[in-house]
């Protein structure tokens, strides 16, 4: 096939999947941890901002800026995602870049054309392409680390590790993993730039001190397991990533085995440490090493952190791809394997960014179709009523909710509710989440207004992962 309609072909998949992220940028409900985003960053004015930033997980430059980008752009769930997208879009033509740099010569066009279909079209980074939380960003700014990493510029490289730092611990992680190797190395205006670098997200976590190694944070992350990998190899290939990853180490021995020339099979995998130094591999490797031995001790490794990984693994397996020395049996079964790839990515990688009908789910969550359905009603309760109020700021943002109601309260305002007289005729309790857990979260809300004569009953015919209750005065 003539080289310029391959890479006419490669422009067009790749702006298809980035497109078609963007045009599902609003199909689906904000999950919980996006109107987390929301309540921290949408605030008055940015000393309130700080004042959330300080009970949080995480330091400041991303929800700094998109706060700026609310003032701008408009608070909304529309403007959220669009950050993201915007993102995803930039670190794509970083990682892009940053194969075509690093590989030789004569393999230049051919690193560039893979690294950027593996950028905008597999499943890692189209997850988070259009989700309202930091890992696109975190993403673009590790890419360009890399990047100036690699072209030895100290003064560009440390500007990169502080916004990457600031953005996600796990980028103060792996500079500070890749500050020590440096330094190893004798790479001292690099290894001196990170460390100088750092120091702002250090100060970040001495200000957030009490709240980062209090028992409530990260208390969701578990100790290291196998879980941990299986989940993690998920993102990076969607689902079912054990039997993928056993047809991909097939294909390649097949490849090597009948589709590559003689000097092909002599050679052996490139491992060549130069590349893997300033790709970024070596030192993403001793970050993880190190995340997962700590995470014996204090929990820090998850499966959405390890995002920091691809923009040192992705241009490396697109210069190796690129090395290989394909006879022509070797080139069509490649290119088979590849069309069968995007299209199995296309599939699965969209699946969950689309709405179904009246179900908006997105993560085992479908705040939005909760907000609509008790759009006008007065009084409403709800295990996480944060939650609600701010789903229902996005959909009053977005003119979805025809009306608006009372306040969403919890337990304890259901409570004060029914200490007075006369009762409202009508109360309404929701939940949304996997159906396991709404029905323990919905079980002390449903025995108060119970014991206080209220017959609950569920509500029929409502989208998945919501649980809605509406409770009748008896009295």
Same mark, same amino acid.
Request: glycine share 6%; aromatic share 12%.
């Given at each position: ?11 067009l ?29 949408? =605030? ?11 009970q ?18 408009? =608070? ?82 440390g500007?990169?590790v ?11 992680f ?46 969701w ?54 590349l ?43 210069? =190796? ?20 790839a ?5 599939? =699965? ?47 009053q ?74 409770c009748?005065?008896?009295?």
């Amino acid at each position: 096939m003539n080289r310029r309609w391959i890479e006419m072909a490669v422009v067009l998949a790749c702006a298809a999947f980035a497109l078609r992220s963007l045009g599902l940028i609003d199909a689906t409900s904000l999950w919980s941890d996006e109107l987390y985003s929301v309540g921290k960053s949408f =605030q008055p004015s940015y000393v309130d901002l700080l004042a959330q930033l300080r009970q949080d997980t995480h330091p400041p430059l991303y929800y700094s800026l998109l706060w700026l980008w609310g003032v701008v752009a408009g =608070q909304s769930g529309l403007s959220l995602r669009l950050l993201s997208w915007l993102a995803y879009v930039a670190g794509g033509l970083l990682m892009t870049r940053q194969a075509w740099d690093l590989a030789p010569p004569s393999r230049h066009r051919s690193a560039l054309l893979l690294a950027a279909l593996m950028a905008f079209c597999s499943p890692y980074p189209l997850r988070f392409s259009i989700e309202g939380k930091s890992y696109a960003l975190l993403t673009a700014l590790v890419a360009l680390a890399w990047w100036w990493r690699q072209r030895r510029q100290p003064g560009l490289y440390g500007l990169a590790v502080l916004l990457a730092s600031l953005t996600h611990f796990y980028g103060l992680f792996l500079f500070a993993a890749t500050a020590c190797w440096d330094a190893a190395r004798h790479r001292t205006s690099l290894s001196a730039a990170a460390v100088l670098a750092l120091l702002p997200s250090v100060g970040w976590v001495a200000y957030a001190w009490k709240y980062l190694f209090g028992s409530s944070a990260a208390s969701w992350i578990g100790r290291p397991d196998f879980a941990l990998l299986e989940d993690t190899l998920a993102r990076a290939l969607g689902p079912w990533p054990l039997p993928k990853l056993g047809v991909i180490l097939i294909f390649f021995w097949v490849l090597r085995r009948w589709g590559c020339q003689s000097a092909c099979r002599d050679e052996e995998f490139s491992l060549k440490q130069a590349l893997l130094d300033w790709s970024g591999v070596i030192p993403s490797t001793l970050m993880v090493i190190g995340v997962v031995a700590v995470s014996f001790v204090k929990p820090l490794a998850f499966s959405r952190y390890f995002i920091v990984l691809v923009p040192a693994f992705l241009p490396w397996l697109a210069i =190796q791809g690129a090395q290989l020395s394909l006879n022509q049996r070797g080139k069509r079964f490649s290119l088979i394997a590849l069309l069968l790839a995007l299209g199995l990515f296309w599939w =699965q990688g969209f699946e969950p960014l689309q709405a179904r009908g009246l179900d908006a789910s997105r993560e085992s969550d479908n705040f939005r179709a909760v907000s609509q359905v008790t759009a006008g009603e007065p009084f409403r309760f709800a295990p996480r009523p944060r939650l609600f109020n701010l789903s229902d700021q996005i959909e009053q943002a977005a003119s979805r909710l025809p009306r608006l109601g009372g306040s969403w309260g919890d337990e304890d305002d259901l409570e004060e509710l029914l200490k007075k007289k006369p009762f409202p005729d009508v109360i309404w309790i929701a939940a949304s989440g996997p159906e396991t857990v709404m029905r323990s979260r919905l079980l002390p809300l449903n025995a108060l207004a119970e014991s206080n004569d209220y017959q609950c009953q569920v509500k029929p015919q409502i989208p998945s992962f919501t649980r809605i209750f509406v409770c009748q005065s008896a009295r």
